[in-house]
């Protein structure tokens, strides 16, 4: 059975950079026809997502943060990474990376697989 | 973007109920909307996918229905699990765009 795990800093200086990985367990990430994706959520408030990535290393990105954002893959390892720039306290979030199978449409069917989400804090 | 919206914010019920959230779009996402359901302290989990399509293992209770830009989640009888948040989301163009959630709490 697939699952998702993400690593990563629980605490970040803001301006700093905040880099998180997504361990893919249970199976390869590089099978199947995915994307591979991040999505963040606020303490009490709702869903956004940041970007995603295909395992050919393709990525598209949320416009809003896309200046500040980089998301990655290493096939080797089974894991995708996400990175953002410049962060503020307005980052402050629970980070989830998620799996779209896009194997019978391009546009998927939505998010069928999450991690548990990590919080990442940005405070001096 | 599209814009995703929800009515009601918070829906108030009492187990074996039928309930409707509604969930808007800006523009028309055809059928590209997807349901979920969040517990506290854990990721949301994919109920509904196209609209109307029932994920595997989801219980038949819960089904979806519309298309363009008017979504409907019902719940035909609510059990005592089912008191969390839904969200919608498109999926017709990136970036994709969540609802603001929907919290059904017990009357």
């Known amino acids: 059975q697939v699952q998702l795990q993400e690593s990563g800093p629980g605490l970040v200086k803001p301006s700093q950079t905040l880099s998180l990985t997504c361990t893919v367990s249970g199976g390869s990430i590089s099978s199947g026809s995915y994307y591979w994706s991040w999505i963040r959520q606020p303490a009490g408030k709702g869903l956004e997502c940041i970007g995603r990535?295909?395992?050919?290393?393709?990525?598209n990105y949320n416009p809003s943060l896309t200046s500040r954002v980089t998301i990655s893959v290493d096939t080797s390892k089974n894991q995708f990474s996400l990175k953002m720039s410049s962060v503020t306290a307005a980052d402050t979030a629970v980070y989830y990376c998620?799996?779209?199978?896009?194997?019978?449409?391009?546009?998927?069917?939505?998010?069928?697989?999450w991690g548990q989400g990590t919080l990442v804090t940005v405070s001096s | 973007d599209i814009q995703m919206t929800q009515s009601p914010s918070t829906l108030s019920a009492s187990v074996g109920d039928r309930v409707t959230i509604t969930c808007r779009a800006s523009q028309s996402i055809s059928s590209w909307l997807a349901w979920y359901q969040q517990k506290p302290g854990k990721a949301p989990k994919l109920l509904i996918y196209k609209a109307s399509s029932l994920e595997s293992g989801v219980p038949s209770r819960f089904s979806g229905s519309g298309s363009g830009t008017e979504f409907t989640l019902t719940i035909s009888s609510l059990q005592p699990d089912d008191f969390v948040t839904y969200y919608c989301q498109q999926y017709n163009s990136y970036p994709w765009t969540f609802g603001q959630g929907t919290k059904v709490e017990i009357k």
């Open positions: 998620a799996r779209t199978d896009y194997g019978n449409n391009p546009r998927g069917s939505g998010f069928d697989l």
């Open positions: 990535i295909y395992t050919s290393g393709t990525t």
